[in-house]
């Protein structure tokens, strides 16, 4: 049985359904990450976890005993917030040592914890120094610091970089999973940014009102996405919307497209056929055919995104993204005549659903 | 074009000069205000004031006649018992209950705020009188813990406002969080997170239910009288056998309020520091 387990878990407010039957097995030392828009239900999954909010029904088992009644204060659970939380009236030093006290740890073992947890976040010379002479950056280190103290056995984080500007949040992700991985404590990470999701965790669950709706490896969740939402919440996907017409076509309005896995669809079956931007060659010249997937368009939209420039191809029926890098031989400019290239294995198959 | 618009919105910044009708409104303001607060001083050391403009002398023989009177110690003691411990009566009440709805019952906030206005609502001699007649029966019965009683119900909404104000500029429901996953029950919360970062709040609130119970004279006067004579009620026997110590009474109450006030100030400014520089959630 997994270290953290949700079986089942509802929780309603008023007559708002916030998470719906939630089931989810974490293992020991792995970082999961929430992932979704906000009013998804992630924050209130994750408040249950810490005690904050009472289950509507199911069941919360944390190193095989039950926890769904247990008082927040007695969990073991540690929290790091959005809003750093650090405590106004103390220093640095006390704050991390505030649950060490409330364990009545003696004085000589907190100081030297302290000490330890803050060489950990890097921030040895701040201890004396109170939450508001510190940046943001720094207070949610802190904060990081003050949670990991008490050693916990779950470490929760509720959206901890949401409230930081760019660079720091990127700096501090890499601490936060370096740190994770060193103590290779148990994490459940909520966030609505998926790059941050992406690149951190173990396992993703990525929620849609209140419902799982994929759980994976990062990988997983961005290259073979479960459902519509997934493959348009995660990065962006082309949509194609057509009809199963053979073992190995779909015809989308005038477009077929060939695609792998169709095994499962009857013919014409309506899918839904997602290609990312990235997967998608571009090409001057009409390309000899070779078996796979090409459409041809004219250029509307030259988007320069830094390591990619985006163009927005119409082919007539839509509007397709699709990826060049910037190393790309030919320059391309507006209303040029181009051919859109991709594999079967680029084409994502799902169920249409109304 | 550019440099004139620029030119006149610097010159609408600068203070106008004010008019002279506003300077014979601000004269007569503090005229008005200050005037018998200073010949209560002047007269508080005045041989004799009643058929001069200005005092025939001046004596601080009142001041002796005023320390001699037997009541004096009495009375200012019985004004400290009363103000302190209404003052604490009302801290006990107030910043658990503040703390409960702001965090726990955030619906009763709007009922609560109703009813800490009540007692403005209603006269204090009817208040007096309503309370003499229903506790009615000993010990209560017009004895000084009806008083501190009465005057908990009175002064309950000068300690409201600032903690209602400090509780508001602090993040209470995170930072309660953020300690109960450290392992802190809800009174280990309150008392080591929550009173520390509202400390202005209740200070300020203190000092105001303590100026303004030491310096109360209607209840006090309807609902325990002589049994436990307070400061005020001496200042107003005076007014009837001595003028002059009459003053000098209302010179040491003038006082004691001041000092209180500055007490306030400085309190103030040190919260400032606290409460606005510390808390920049986000």
């Known amino acids: 049985m997994a270290y953290l387990s949700l079986q089942n878990v509802s929780k309603k407010f008023s007559d708002v359904v916030a998470v719906n039957d939630f089931n989810l097995e974490i293992e020991k030392g792995s970082l999961v990450s929430f992932l979704g828009p906000s009013g998804c239900g992630k924050t209130t999954t994750l408040r249950m976890i810490a005690g904050f909010e009472l289950l509507d029904a199911g069941t919360i088992m944390l190193d095989g005993s039950e926890i769904g009644n247990v008082p927040p204060n007695q969990r073991d659970i540690g929290m790091v917030f959005q809003s750093y939380a650090l405590f106004p009236n103390m220093s640095v030093r006390d704050n991390i040592g505030f649950g060490l006290k409330m364990r009545n740890i003696s004085k000589h073992e907190i100081e030297n914890r302290v000490d330890q947890v803050l060489e950990m976040v890097r921030l040895q010379d701040t201890a004396k120094r109170y939450p508001h002479q510190l940046s943001g ?75 799982i709706e994929q759980v994976g490896s990062p990988e997983e969740i961005y290259r073979s996405p479960k459902t519509r939402f997934v493959a348009t919440f995660i990065g962006t996907a082309n949509q194609f919307h057509g009809a199963v017409v053979g073992k190995d076509s779909i015809l989308c309005d005038e477009i077929k497209l060939v695609a792998n896995g169709l095994n499962n669809y009857s013919i014409s079956q309506k899918v839904l056929v997602l290609v ?33 420039t985006r163009l927005g191809v119409n082919i007539g029926s839509q509007r397709v993204m699709a990826d060049i890098t910037v190393d790309n031989a030919q320059p391309i400019s507006l209303n040029q005549k181009i051919w859109l290239v991709f594999s079967h294995e680029a084409c994502q198959v799902m169920t249409e659903t109304l | 074009m550019m440099k004139k618009t620029h030119d006149s919105a610097i010159k609408s910044e600068r203070r106008p000069r004010p008019a002279l009708w506003q300077i014979i409104c601000i004269v007569l303001f503090l005229f008005y205000m200050l005037l018998p607060i200073i010949s209560t001083y002047v007269f508080s050391i005045a041989k004799r004031w009643d058929r001069t403009i200005l005092p025939e002398g001046y004596t601080l023989d009142f001041y002796k006649r005023a320390f001699q009177v037997s009541y004096f110690g009495s009375t200012l003691r019985n004004s400290f018992i009363l103000s302190l411990s209404t003052a604490l009566v009302i801290l006990i009440i107030i910043v658990p209950t503040v703390y409960w709805v702001h965090t726990r019952l955030t619906r009763a906030k709007p009922l609560l705020d109703v009813l800490m206005i009540l007692p403005f609502g209603i006269p204090m001699v009817v208040l007096a009188l309503s309370l003499v007649q229903i506790y009615n029966f000993p010990p209560i019965a017009r004895s000084p813990f009806l008083l501190i009683g009465a005057m908990v119900v009175y002064a309950m909404p000068f300690m409201y406002r600032p903690v209602v104000n400090a509780m508001q500029a602090i993040d209470a429901n995170t930072l309660t969080e953020a300690g109960q996953s450290l392992g802190a029950n809800v009174f280990q919360v309150l008392m080591q997170i929550i009173i520390p970062n509202i400390l202005p709040g209740i200070l300020s609130g203190g000092l105001l239910v303590f100026s303004t119970v030491f310096a109360e004279y209607t209840l006090t006067s309807l609902i325990v009288g002589a049994r436990f004579k307070t400061f005020p009620l001496l200042l107003v026997e005076y007014t009837r056998i001595n003028g002059n110590v009459a003053a000098t009474f209302s010179v040491i109450s003038f006082t004691i309020a001041w000092l209180a006030s500055i007490l306030i100030l400085w309190v103030g400014s040190k919260g400032q520091h606290t409460t606005a520089d510390t808390i920049r959630v986000r």
């Open chain 1, 276 to 308: 990312r931007p990235e997967n998608i060659q571009v090409q001057t010249e009409p390309p000899l055919p070779h078996g796979g997937n090409v459409i041809e368009g004219k250029v509307e939209t030259i988007t320069f995104h830094g390591a990619v």
């Open chain 1, 137 to 211: 950056g720094q207070q949610q280190r802190i904060a990081l610091a003050r949670a990991l103290a008490v050693q916990p056995r779950v470490l929760l984080l509720d959206e901890p970089l949401s409230a930081l500007d760019a660079e720091v949040r990127v700096v501090l992700r890499g601490e936060i999973r370096r740190i994770q991985s060193e103590l290779a404590i148990t994490t459940v990470y909520v966030t609505h940014d998926q790059e941050e999701a992406l690149s951190i965790s173990d396992m993703v669950v990525v929620m849609n009102k209140g419902n």
